[in-house]
């Protein structure tokens, strides 16, 4: 669609949607109902006081997860199967299956860009129909203006702008809930920001998402460079940590098998297995070949701290160790955030030797905050 006429279109909705009372509700699905830290039957009550209700989530036509119908059926539940209130909300309601990520490979918790250099590369990119990072040209990165976008790294981003940018204008000036506030509500808010759009936020309904992977990342200015196969983050101007995905633990593996047999593992088991399936093919009673769905396998990532580093011997011993690994931890869990929990341990894991008196030291502190046995940590997603 041409910029100028997109423009026209997007100024017609925002004039349309000016005093309507309307809510927006981000990703309140089964799949994230865990981190959800209020009643969802309450939200959805108090949604259905409005004249007009978006629900946007993370559907079967995007990441494969829960589709529309199921949604609803899902929100009668929540409502005690109450008709009367079930009808109402729905009849107000629109869902939108908005997807993913879009922007979070440097938004994520904070650790490549702030939330502004965010909103003025997407900005550019809707000003000047630009769909996919990747297009961009060297002109365009320094048009921009953001010191932290190079331009021999934009193959490394998964960024672009989603379909969503085309129905958000009409819902200008909602109020928005949902969540989580840092993460999938974060993406929409930016973009809608790039959009000149604006949102109220509703507290009492916005769950946060695990604090523990963004805490770190939202007070220091971290950067990171790489894939899900190996990356690295750095405090800069203290030090670094990098590593990457092993197929296992071979050093460690008493280990791991100690923390699979913990409520943690079992729980995210679980709940990656009763949300995911698998398929196969298989012969029926006929003999004929056939399709059929199954509960995916529980396979959790494994990720290896294989070098960490603090330049000046003075910033040793004030934390900023643990913060380097904590952020190389909130990495990991983002590239293994559809494999249901991934499994983090020290270089010694893989090579049987290799991490120092000091690195040693930050695995004994990071055992207190995370599932852990040795120098391997588990978190559950």
Request: glycine share 8%.
């Amino acid at each position: 669609m041409p910029s100028l006429l997109r423009e026209y279109i997007r100024n017609k909705l925002i004039e349309q949607a000016s005093n309507k009372g309307s809510l927006i509700v981000v990703d309140i699905q089964p799949e994230y109902e865990s981190g959800t830290t209020f009643d969802i039957g309450d939200m959805l009550r108090a949604a259905a006081e409005y004249n007009e209700v978006l629900f946007l989530y993370n559907g079967a036509d995007t990441l494969g997860m829960i589709d529309e119908q199921s949604l609803r059926n899902y929100y009668f539940e929540k409502l005690d199967y109450d008709e009367e209130t079930y009808e109402e909300l729905m009849s107000v309601s629109e869902f939108f299956d908005k997807g993913y990520g879009f922007f979070r490979d440097v938004m994520d918790s904070d650790i490549c860009f702030d939330r502004n250099s965010v909103i003025k590369i997407v900005k550019y990119m809707i000003d000047n129909n630009v769909q996919d990072i990747r297009d961009l040209d060297e002109e365009d990165v320094q048009s921009i203006g953001v010191s932290e976008l190079l331009f021999d790294d934009l193959e490394d981003y998964g960024f672009w702008v989603p379909e969503l940018q085309d129905v958000l204008p009409q819902w200008n000036g909602s109020d928005i809930a949902g969540g989580a506030r840092n993460e999938c509500l974060a993406e929409v808010e930016i973009l809608a920001s790039a959009q000149g759009l604006s949102f109220r936020q509703v507290n009492e309904f916005i769950y946060e998402g695990d604090t523990r992977y963004t805490e770190g990342m939202l007070s220091e200015s971290f950067k990171t460079k790489g894939s899900s196969d190996y990356f690295r983050v750095e405090l800069p101007g203290i030090g670094y940590a990098e590593g990457g995905e092993q197929l296992r633990f071979q050093e460690c593996q008493g280990d791991v098998d100690a923390l699979m047999k913990t409520p943690e593992f079992l729980a995210a088991k679980e709940k990656y297995e009763s949300n995911n399936t698998s398929k196969d093919i298989v012969k029926d009673e006929n003999g004929k070949w056939t399709e059929v769905e199954k509960p995916a396998k529980f396979r959790p990532r494994f990720y290896d701290v294989t070098n960490a580093w603090i330049n000046n011997p003075e910033n040793r011993g004030k934390g900023n160790g643990k913060k380097i690994y904590n952020a190389f931890i909130a990495q990991a869990v983002y590239h293994s955030r559809n494999y249901g929990g991934v499994f983090i341990g020290a270089h010694r894991c893989v090579m049987g030797s290799g991490t120092s008196e000091d690195a040693q030291r930050v695995w004994k502190s990071l055992a207190r905050d995370y599932p852990s046995s040795g120098m391997v940590i588990f978190v559950g997603l």
